[in-house]
């Protein structure tokens, strides 16, 4: 069965530091989104992006955050100047073989595990 | 702000019992979905409900759909301890992409 693959599966960086995470969804999906998960936390939305632009964002998705999808496969979040808040689980999803995007499961990665020091 | 609140936070029972736990919120979603997650994983997904009142059921699992679709419950039937983990559930918004995750609830299977 296809999966949604997130590398690393753990990155641990210094605060102030730059990272990128990586995430290759489901192939043949055209949604993509990053949620985080705070240790003994929600799941939270972060970003959503379809068509090779952002499409929704949450207050939490700032400047700090980016969001690419540099070639066919590859969907990534660049989180610039890493605060200590910033360690978290992140997980990328993906969803949809139509451009209605309304009720189609999303389907998640096993995260990356970012740990700012 | 739409919110889900999952009932109980945490539940244990033994094994071959029977169990409810709920999803619940003042705002209606277009679907509604179910999640397992297992420490260190991302959440896998188990079913979407999308029109009230629908039930489906996944081997020992039923998951409902609540008529005005702002609630949804999962009974688990004869529980094994391969049942343990954090079920989750998410709502879809209309016309929203984002899903908006419930609280979780943390269910262990004593055998």
């Known amino acids: 069965e296809p999966e949604v693959t997130q590398t690393p599966s753990h990155q641990v960086t210094q605060m102030g530091q730059e990272v990128i995470l990586r995430c290759v969804p489901i192939?043949?999906?055209?949604?993509f989104y990053w949620y985080r998960q705070i240790l003994g936390q929600k799941v939270e939305f972060l970003v959503s992006?379809?068509?090779?632009?952002?499409?929704?964002k949450s207050e939490i998705f700032d400047d700090q955050f980016s969001v690419e999808r540099p070639d066919g496969s590859n969907f990534t979040l660049k989180i610039r100047s890493t605060k200590l808040e910033d360690s978290a689980m992140y997980f990328c999803?993906?969803?949809?073989?139509?451009?209605?995007?309304?009720?189609?499961?999303?389907?998640f990665g096993d995260g990356t595990r970012l740990s700012i020091l | 702000t739409q919110l889900l609140e999952q009932s109980p936070q945490f539940l244990s029972i033994q094994e071959g019992e029977n169990l409810t736990v709920y999803c619940n919120s003042s705002s209606v979603f277009s679907s509604l979905q179910w999640y397992r997650q297992e420490p260190g994983e991302g959440p896998v997904l188990l079913v979407t409900v999308v029109t009230g009142g629908e039930v489906k059921k996944l081997k020992r699992l039923t998951f409902q759909f609540g008529d005005a679709r702002k609630d949804s419950s999962l009974h688990i039937t004869a529980a094994q301890p391969g049942d343990t983990g954090l079920y989750l559930c998410a709502g879809d918004d209309f016309g929203n992409e984002k899903l908006t995750f419930g609280t979780g609830t943390r269910l262990t299977i004593i055998p």
């Open positions: 192939s043949n999906h055209l949604y």
């Open positions: 992006f379809y068509n090779n632009e952002i499409s929704e």
């Open positions: 999803a993906s969803s949809g073989w139509t451009i209605s995007f309304s009720n189609q499961p999303q389907h």
